[in-house]
């Protein structure tokens, strides 16, 4: 089981940024693929974006394609997702995930490790 811890969620007007950062033992996602969900009151957790473990490929859901970008450190202990114009509908608790190496999932059932999560509140 690997530790995963999300930070940076929080209440910002339509059309800010934040970036959330998920801290994770050493070299973590350099044998993990590495992914971010979320999920809405009364909804199911959704896929946001992926990272293979490389870091060559990335995926984003198509409800945050141009707008959100999925990163990682070199040291492989820290994956990012930069969050630019935000919408309320963008509102939801954020989930920091790692799966076993292999293609980047947008499936939840591929990922075994999970954090916490983090809120994020898009309202004017």
């Known amino acids: 089981q690997v530790q995963l811890v999300e930070s940076g969620g929080g209440l910002v007007q339509p059309g800010d940024s934040l970036r959330l950062s998920c801290a994770a033992p050493?070299?973590?996602?350099?044998?993990?693929?590495g992914g971010w969900f979320r999920q809405a009151p009364g909804k199911e957790r959704e896929f946001v974006a992926a990272?293979?473990?490389?870091?060559?490929?990335?995926y984003n859901a198509d409800s945050v394609k141009g707008r959100f970008t999925i990163s990682k450190e070199n040291a492989g202990n820290r994956m990012y997702l930069q969050m630019n114009s935000l919408k309320p509908e963008d509102t939801a608790v954020y989930y920091c995930a790692a799966a076993q190496p292999g293609s980047p999932s947008a499936e939840v059932t591929s990922y075994e490790n999970w954090g916490q999560g983090t809120q994020v509140t898009v309202s004017s």
């Open positions: 050493a070299r973590t996602f350099m044998w993990y693929t």
């Open positions: 990272i293979a473990r490389t870091g060559h490929s990335k």
